[in-house]
Structures are given as structure tokens and as C-alpha cells.
């Protein structure tokens, strides 16, 4: 048996160095369809990505808000940490004390949806930091400073998204529901791609609860936790721990976010499964002619003496052979492509696009390739290996 | 209907004869040659060769025997445009894990023999003429010493000098290697060439003649 096999690798090997363009433009084709698939569906899961991770970026994976007709928290901060130190599932944790604020430049004025009262836990927890855009990130040693998301800047300063937006180091006053008005420099401005937080001020926790006149309050809880397939257990441990606040997710703040996901993120999904379709498709024509050009070839070998399961097996793995070079060259392409786009992300208004792609997905994909590859080569194979020889080596 | 393409043939064709199976198209001739190459089915009766029942063999038993014991030329030559000549011919060895030194010596030799050495053994066969891509094929059947050379329609791709040589080299063959062989041709002139003809009409023999 190994002394048919090795003549088949040397038919395979002779018939690819003598055809060496048709070869090479087989495997290029199938090089090309799978990067395609993985192009496809990482591109695909990136988009949703990108919109899911902006908002959890700002609202962590679970959001703890007052009830309906409450203003605030039912429980204080010292509480609040209490709990939270008894759930090893939650990363990191900013509790917000906000409120609505008027923002006034050089005689112009906007509100804001809201000026968030933050402490440091919020550099670890959300990615508000992470997009300065102008200027610094509050240094939190100083009650003065404001931080302001870019459309809000930008709202301040003459005509909305023409490109011009308040700086650093420009005072701006803050007007409170009740008239209050104080003065805060803006120490930065921030792009989180969120239009929540890109309409929103910054300040530090204790300078809002001095504006409002009031301690021990808490609006919000931002929470993060070590993986996101742990939302539902956390709700449910928050409950029993003695949260009495709405327990909810980074969907209930990003409504807008959600639906869209929801509606367009099946669409996505189709479209990454009719690119896997077309994929399987063009694969197995591939190998269909390739392998159905092998008839004479089989009839030969199968007069000189081989039987019909052999050749069956061989031809199957000549083309699962050929697809998995054109996996390993496929994804050797991929691999730049990915490296770049991740270390590059596009721009987009929603946020940076990078391509999203796990190890099992991958997987998947090479797995269903080779099962498109192995029927498109086992059905030809087959069916010349049932023919009668005689008919075979009669067609011309 | 079910037409029975060779009907109640009895038939016993001894070590180094050249046999020559003749008849009109249809007349079961070729079906006849595949069934002992063990090609087509055998619906009832049995063939024996060497001494061995192979009509009752599995499919992968009598593609073992026709590898190990059989030559088959094939009607359309059927050489392996990628392979050169000596590839070509060195294939059963390779499939029968006998591609070594010795085989590849006997391969070479046997080239000579048909005046395809030195040189033209890297030749490929759409640079030989029909009449060397023949020989190529015979040299093929040959070299892995088969109990029987199975020749269905050898020169019908030939004119006629380049058959008759084929005819003749067969005939050279049976002498030199003792080489039973078994050839299917409506030509009567190259049937005469052989020791024996066998005349099939309908399906069945309708004459069965020594030519010496």
C-alpha cells in the first residue's frame, strides 16, 4: 500500500512541476477563497465589535442605575464597595455622581448630557481615558478641572463639526440646573466614538457633589468585569447581595447601540454565512475540475491495477493537500492583514475598526474549508473510480 | 432487454502462445480480453489463470492480480502526458514497491530493446511518434514480467507499416520472453501474423484456427 502512495505522490508531484502555472493558479485560488473567508467573517465580527466595545468601553459590561422616580442610588459608596469586593468575577468598578450642566465659551452656550463626576477608579474601568484628543486626562489633584467630549468642544466653538473645537487650557463656565455657575479649566478633550460620552463633561466626583451641595450620593456604578460571559451571574450575585438599584448592561445606556446590533448584527451574521457559501462553492468547483481532469488518470492506473478505494483515498487527499496549502497561504496573507489592521484600526465614527477573529472561529473555518474541499474531491473521484475502466480510457 | 455480449465460451489459451481474438464490431471480442484482464464482469462461468480462479476474487483481489500478473495495452496508448518514456514504463514498478535498482536496470534494458535508450528515455510522449508512444505502451505491460499481455486494438491508431512492426515486435516478444500474449484486432492480415486466431461472432466462437 505505502508503494502506491508513494506513486501517487509522485504523479501528484510530477503532474504539479510540469503544469506548474495550473498548479499555482489552484492553489492561489483556493489561497485567495479562504483569506476571503477569514477577510469576510473577521471584518464582519470587527463591525459589531467595534460598536459593542465603544459602548462597553463607557458603560462596562454591567451599568447600575437608580430605579425609575429615583434620582440616585439606593446605596452609598461605602456599601457599593462592600459588595463588589465579594464578586472576583468584577475587574474593576467606577462609581459616578452626575448632573445636568450648561457649558458656556467666549459668550456661546450647549448642554451637555451630562457632567460625570468620576474618580481615578475610571481610568481602569472605562476607555474615557484612553481617547484624549487635545490636552491631558484629569490629573484628579485638583477640583478645577474639566474634561469635555469632542462634540461638546466642538458644539462650543462657532459652527457644529466644522472642524474647530475649544482646547485645553481654555476656561469654560458650567451652569447647574439651578443656576449655580463655577469655572473650570479644561484640562483635556476627549473622542470615545460614543455619543453619550462625546456630549458629556468631565469632572472630578468631589467638584460635582461640591456644585450640588450634597455628599454620600452616587448617580451610576460602571462595572467591568474579568470576562463578559459572566454579565448575567454578576446581576444575579448583585441582587442577592443587596443591590435594590436597576442591575443592567451597557445595553440599556446605548439603546440606539443595541437595536442597531440586534437588526443589522443578523444581517452581518447572514452575510458571513454567504460568504462561507460562496467560498465552499468556488472551492469545490475548483477541485471539482481539477480533480474530474484526473479521469484519465484514474482509469490508467485502475487498468494497470489499483483498486477503486484507493484510488478514491488518494485522489480525496491530493485535493484536501492542495487546500491545505492554499489554508497555509491563505492565512499566512490573512496574518499580515490582520497584524496591520489591528496595529492600524480604521477610523470610523463609531469607533476603531479592527478585524475580530478567535482561534475557534478560525478553526471553524478551516474545518468546514477542508470538508468542502474533501466532498469536492471525493465526488469526482469517486465517480470515475465506479465508471468501467474501459469508458474511461476511451474518452479522448 | 439484457443483451449478452459473449455467450458459452469455452477457451483455453496455453503459456507462450499469441492468440489473436477476431471479429466484426460487437462481435464480444474486446469484451472477451477485458474479462480475462479482469476489467469487465464475469455474470457466470469462471477464468482460470495460472492456475488461479480470479473471477471469484473481490475487487480489490483482482486489481491486486491484473498489478502483479497482467499487461494491458490499452487501445488508446494512455501514457501519462507528465511522465517522460521511462517513467512512463517504470510506473507498474513503482506500484508494485519494485522501483529500485534492479527494476530500473531491466526498465532501461528493455528500452534498449525496443530501441528507445539512451537519450530519448527523458523524452515526453507528445515528442515521440504513434508508432514509439506504442512501444512505450508494450513496454509498460511488459515490465513487470506478466503471466499475460493483454493487447486490445494495438495498431488502430497506427498505419499500417507502423502495425505491422507492432505485430512483429509482439511477435519478437513471445519468442525472446516466452511472453503469453493475447490480441484483440479486426485486421485479418495482422491475425494471421499471430499463432492462433479466434473468431468471435455473436458472442461466441465461431472459429478457433492454429496458423502454423
Known amino acids: ?55 462597553m468601553g463607557i458603560f462596562g459590561n454591567v451599568y447600575i442605575t437608580p430605579l425609575a422616580g429615583q434620582e440616585f442610588l439606593a446605596e452609598d459608596e461605602s456599601k457599593l464597595r462592600q459588595i463588589f469586593s465579594q464578586i472576583p468575577e468584577i475587574s474593576s468598578y467606577s462609581i459616578h455622581l452626575n448632573m445636568p450642566a450648561t457649558l458656556k465659551f467666549e459668550g456661546k452656550s450647549f448642554s451637555a448630557i451630562s457632567m460625570i463626576g468620576i474618580t481615578s477608579d475610571e481610568l481602569s474601568t472605562s476607555t474615557v481615558a484612553n481617547n484624549l484628543k487635545d490636552g491631558q486626562f484629569l490629573s484628579f489633584t ?46 483635556g478633550v476627549i473622542d470615545s466614538k460614543n455619543i453619550y460620552s462625546n456630549f458629556s463633561a468631565y469632572a472630578t466626583k468631589a467638584a460635582v457633589e461640591r456644585f450640588l451641595n450634597i455628599s454620600g450620593k452616587n448617580s451610576e456604578v460602571v462595572i467591568r468585569l474579568k470576562s463578559e460571559k459572566d454579565t448575567n451571574l454578576v446581576q444575579e450575585r448583585l441582587k442577592n447581595l443587596g443591590i435594590t438599584s436597576y442591575i443592567g448592561t451597557w ?37 471539482y475540475i481539477h480533480t474530474e481532469r ?56 463609531i469607533g476603531d475598526f479592527r478585524p475580530v477573529i478567535s482561534l475557534g472561529q478560525v478553526i471553524t473555518v478551516v474545518a468546514i474549508f477542508l470538508l468542502a474541499t474533501l466532498i469536492a474531491s471525493l465526488l469526482p473521484a469517486q465517480s470515475a473510480a465506479r465508471e468501467r475502466i474501459k469508458k474511461i480510457l476511451a474518452e479522448r | 432487454m439484457p443483451v449478452n455480449a459473449i455467450v458459452d465460451i469455452s477457451l483455453e489459451i496455453h503459456k507462450g502462445e499469441f492468440t489473436a481474438f477476431m471479429g466484426a464490431s460487437g462481435s464480444g471480442k474486446s469484451t472477451l480480453l477485458n474479462q480475462i484482464a479482469l476489467i469487465e464482469k464475469v455474470d457466470s462461468g469462471s477464468i482460470i489463470i495460472e492456475k488461479k480462479e480470479v ?153 478457433d484456427k492454429r496458423n502454423f
Open chain 2, 55 to 207: 473471477t471469484k476474487l473481490s475487487e480489490a483481489e483482482q486489481a491486486r492480480f491484473r498489478l502483479n500478473n497482467l499487461g494491458y495495452v490499452f487501445q488508446f496508448l494512455n501514457l501519462f502526458e507528465e511522465l517522460n518514456l521511462f517513467e512512463n514504463v517504470c510506473l507498474p514498478l513503482r506500484l508494485l514497491g519494485r522501483y529500485n535498482k534492479q527494476g530500473k536496470k531491466y526498465a532501461q534494458e528493455l528500452l534498449g530493446y525496443f530501441d528507445l535508450g539512451g537519450e530519448r528515455l527523458r523524452s515526453y510522449p507528445n515528442e515521440l511518434s504513434g508508432g514509439q508512444q506504442q512501444k512505450v505502451a508494450i513496454a509498460r505491460a511488459l515490465v513487470k514480467k506478466p503471466a499475460i499481455i493483454l493487447a486490445d486494438e494495438p495498431t488502430a491508431n497506427l498505419d499500417w507499416n507502423g502495425s505491422v512492426a507492432t505485430i512483429e515486435l509482439l511477435k519478437r516478444i513471445q519468442k525472446d520472453f516466452g511472453q503469453t500474449i493475447i490480441l484483440v484486432t479486426h485486421e485479418p492480415e495482422l491475425g494471421a501474423m499471430t499463432d492462433r486466431i479466434v473468431e468471435l461472432r455473436d458472442g461466441k466462437i465461431v472459429k
Open chain 1, 142 to 187: 485638583s477640583d478645577d478641572e474639566i474634561i469635555l467630549g469632542f462634540d461638546l468642544a466642538d458644539a462650543l466653538k462657532d459652527f457644529p463639526y466644522n472642524m474647530t473645537f475649544v482646547h485645553a487650557g481654555n476656561d469654560v463656565e458650567v451652569i447647574s440646573a439651578s443656576g449655580t455657575t463655577r469655572t473650570f479649566r479644561i484640562r
Open chain 1, 251 to 287: 445595553r440599556d445606556p446605548s439603546g440606539y447601540i443595541a437595536a442597531f446590533v440586534d437588526k443589522v448584527g443578523f444581517f452581518f451574521r447572514l452575510m458571513a454565512v454567504v460568504s462561507l457559501l460562496v467560498g465552499v462553492v468556488v472551492t469545490s468547483a475548483i477541485l
Open chain 1, 294 to 349: 484526473k479521469r484519465r488518470h484514474i482509469g490508467i492506473l485502475r487498468a494497470l491495477g489499483t483498486s477503486k478505494n484507493f484510488i478514491v483515498g488518494l485522489y480525496t487527499a491530493e485535493g484536501v493537500a492542495l487546500s491545505i496549502v492554499g489554508i497555509i497561504v491563505g492565512s499566512a496573507a490573512y496574518a499580515i492583514v490582520y497584524r496591520y489592521f489591528t496595529l492600524n484600526p480604521i477610523e470610523t465614527l
Open chain 1, 1 to 55: 500500500m505505502f508503494d502506491r502512495f508513494r506513486a501517487i505522490l509522485f504523479l501528484a508531484a510530477r503532474d504539479a512541476s510540469r503544469r506548474k502555472l495550473a498548479f499555482l493558479l489552484i492553489v492561489l485560488a483556493l489561497s485567495f477563497t479562504f483569506f476571503n473567508l477569514l477577510v469576510s467573517y473577521s471584518f464582519l465580527h470587527g463591525l459589531e465589535a467595534t460598536f459593542v466595545n465603544g459602548a
